[in-house]
Structure formats: C-alpha cells, structure tokens
C-alpha cells in the first residue's frame, strides 16, 4: 500500500475489556514497531518485529500486552482486561530493512494510529 | 537520565527566521538520528535522518550531529506559518529500540 494504515483509529473501551488494534505496514517493509504515545510525551517503544518474528518486546509494560504478526506483514497489537492508564495513542511504524542497518533503511515510517480511551 | 533529551518550549519565532530545535542523548554508541515533525492530533512524520557528523541539507532544513558532544540540531530557514507543529528527536543505538525525545513546540508567528 501507499502507507502504513491502522484500525481502528478511535477505540472506547470499558475498563476490564480486550481490545485489539491491527496495524498494515507498507508493503515489503521487514521491520514493525509498535509505540505508545501519552498525550504530550514522545513515542515510547513497545515491541520490534522483523517479519514475523519478535525481537524485542521490552517494552511492553505489562503481561497484558501481547503482539503478533504471524505472517510477517499485518501485526496486532491486543491488550488483555484494559485499565485507565492503557488510554493513550497506539502507533506503528514499519521500516524497510532489519534494524542492523545504519543507513536510509532503518528509517521508520509511521501510521496514523488508534487513540485508545478506556473508560 | 532519559535516553533523549529536548527542550520542551514553545519555541516562537516570527515568518521567514531561522528556528533552531535542539537534542541531546546519552548512549554514546548511538548511530542513527532522526527529526520527525508532529501535527496536533497526527502521527510522526519523517522529516531528516542523519548518520554521520556534520551537517546534512534538505530544502530548507539542515541537520546537523556532533557524536562527540552527543548532540545533534535541526535547523529550519525561512520559517512558515505551516512549520508549527511539535518536533520530536530520536535515536537509535546498537539494539533495536529507537528513542524519542518529547519533542519541541514550534510555533512561527506571521
């Protein structure tokens, strides 16, 4: 596609629902990241994708946190029994290549997001 | 210690200056630096990359990195109205993780 898209972009959830928020990256990009962005704050990192492997997932902040991307293109981000401090914007960002590269390769492009709000 | 420091501002400056956004960071053996412009209510949008020290130009934007002072600048001629938006610094070391800072406020006053 021309970009990363994500949906949905407005999610209201209820505290104590599962949510899952999908995110398309642009075609033929090996690398997939998730962000959560507070208001106000930079993108903090969630989790790393190379295809469909996950690499990195240090940044999840908690056991309810889970992603996927299966097929090493679409990913998921779910969030298990959501609380009020799970409310923030959800962004994914894809990249050509590995993260080994220290070139134009690496450069992230991101998605428009999901603004989460649990109630 | 966070990974990225910025001046949070606002940062003002009148049409047709220069606006000059600054970024520290703390993990010496970063390699890749990015400025990325954020719209209210948008996502990040790529704006430069630079990997080596010195200066790097792109149209009216000029980044600039000193890996040795662990800095690294991003300077807007010309300023337009449409330049308001928040900037936000990041980098990436070794590892997979990129870091952002909390970005600078810009707002350029016609």
């Known amino acids: 596609g021309a970009g990363v898209s994500q949906s949905p972009r407005y999610k209201v959830a209820k505290r104590g629902q599962d949510v899952a928020l999908r995110c398309d990256p642009i075609s033929g990009h090996v690398s997939l990241f998730w962000y959560q962005q507070a208001l106000g704050q930079g993108p903090e990192f969630l989790t790393y994708f190379q295809n469909e492997a996950q690499l990195d997932k240090s940044g999840l902040p908690s056991d309810r946190f889970f992603a996927e991307r299966p097929e090493g293109s679409v990913s998921t981000l779910k969030i298990q029994r959501t609380q009020q401090e799970d409310s923030a914007v959800y962004l994914c960002a894809s990249s050509l290549r590995g993260q080994g590269a220290i070139n134009s390769y690496n450069e992230q492009f991101f998605g428009p997001g999901t603004r989460l709000t649990v109630l | 210690q966070k990974e990225v420091e910025q001046n949070s501002g606002p940062l003002s400056v009148p049409e047709g200056a220069i606006a000059s956004l600054n970024c520290t960071y703390s993990d010496r053996v970063s390699q890749s630096f990015f400025w990325y412009r954020q719209y209210s209510g948008k996502s990040p949008e790529l704006i430069m990359s630079?990997?080596?020290?010195g200066d790097k130009e792109d149209g009216r934007f000029t980044a600039q990195l000193n890996k040795a002072s662990q800095y690294v600048s991003l300077l807007i001629r010309d300023s337009q109205p449409s330049d308001s938006a928040t900037y936000l610094c990041?980098?990436?070391?070794?590892?997979?993780?990129?870091?952002f800072g909390t970005g600078t406020s810009l707002t350029v006053i016609p």
């Open positions: 990041a980098v990436k070391g070794t590892g997979n993780q990129f870091y």
């Open positions: 630079i990997y080596s020290n």
